[in-house]
């Protein structure tokens, strides 16, 4: 039976969760009522996550699983499930139970009112530091504030698509990625749901620092032309100071002054000229290897094998590498199943 709702879960070295997820997220999932499919997406886990969900799968065979031949990222991770999915109605879910499931009856009966995109809004974030609460807050406000686009604040990837959205989305294959953004961008009619994030519920974040950083570059620069604008506003501001300063140094001269005699003045004025230029060639070579990642082509991902799964098809320009067919049968089983194109069928009416 076609499922309703495809509840996609990202999956990176987080073997001691994935039970107690699994229990959480069909005992939610069996109160509605209605069809459903786990797409669980092993982004390359080096510890036992991927043996315990093909035993969720032998055991249940609406828990699906994508296992990546690599890590490609936990966003380029919703993107192969929402390749894969089937449902009229797409959920986005972390695995490490910050989100909890209980809120997704809530998403379900916004978008039974009519919303495309349902997310959902943090009022509350336990167990985190004072120094991520603050980032993120001043990272969300920011983005807002330089885009175009309407990307709400205190918001993650926890979220309800209608299968309309997802198809949107499917066809933009840009390698990086900045999913909440790009959920935003295509517009539809969206609506929001407030709820307290939970503390995690075993292990470690996946998400230190340096990797924080990465993603907010990557949604700054997928979003917005401020930053080489700035390095404009710079040049402009730099050559109107320096106008200034030009005009007060001859009228000092010419009264006597001897505060700018020597090399000291000029050694600094070439430093912070020389400094300012090579912020603003970063910032050219950031957008210059973004540009450079597109023009490769190169797949977004490759799927080394699949369990209980078949990708729907995808635009002409947007190619997926999945080489699970090819591999021994001594090594992959007879749980795998090969991805193959199939028909899209009609969406049934709410």
Not at 303 to 320: I, M, Y
Not at 333 to 339: E, H, I, M, N, V
């Amino acid at each position: 039976m076609r499922p309703i709702y495809s509840v996609v879960v990202p999956v990176y070295n987080e073997e001691t969760i994935l039970p107690e997820l699994y229990s959480r997220l069909t005992a939610v999932m069996e109160q509605l009522g209605e069809p459903y499919e786990l797409i669980f997406v092993n982004d390359g886990s080096q510890d036992r996550s991927l043996e315990v969900m093909q035993t969720l799968h032998d055991q249940d065979p609406r828990v699906k699983v994508i296992s990546f031949a690599r890590n490609f990222g936990h966003q380029v991770a919703i993107t192969a499930g929402l390749d894969y999915a089937k449902g009229d109605a797409i959920v986005i879910i972390d695995a490490d139970l910050q989100d909890p499931p209980e809120v997704i009856p809530e998403l379900v009966a916004r978008w039974k009112a009519g919303y495309e995109v349902v997310y959902a809004v943090r009022t509350e974030r336990e167990g985190e530091t004072w120094f991520k609460e603050v980032t993120a807050k001043l990272f969300y406000r920011l983005i807002r504030s330089i885009t175009n686009v309407d990307i709400p604040v205190d918001t993650g990837d926890f979220r309800l698509m209608d299968r309309q959205v997802v198809e949107t989305l499917r066809a933009m294959r840009e390698r990086h990625r900045f999913m909440r953004g790009m959920s935003s961008w295509v517009g539809f009619r969206q609506t929001g749901v407030p709820y307290r994030r939970h503390r995690r519920y075993a292990g470690e974040t996946k998400y230190p620092f340096r990797k924080m950083l990465k993603f907010a570059l990557d949604g700054i620069t997928s979003f917005s032309y401020l930053p080489l604008q700035l390095a404009t506003y710079l040049g402009f501001a730099i050559a109107a100071l320096s106008a200034l300063f030009i005009a007060f140094v001859i009228v000092a001269r010419l009264s006597g002054m001897q505060a700018f005699v020597g090399q000291a003045t000029t050694l600094v004025a070439v430093l912070f000229l020389g400094g300012i230029q090579l912020i603003s060639l970063g910032i050219l070579g950031e957008y210059l290897g973004r540009v450079y990642e597109e023009i490769k082509g190169r797949p977004l991902y490759i799927v080394a094998q699949t369990w209980g799964l078949e990708q729907a098809p995808l635009p002409p320009h947007a190619h997926v590498v999945d080489v699970s067919h090819l591999r021994r049968p001594d090594v992959a089983g007879a749980k795998s199943r090969t991805s193959s194109e199939v028909s899209q069928e009609q969406r049934p009416s709410r």
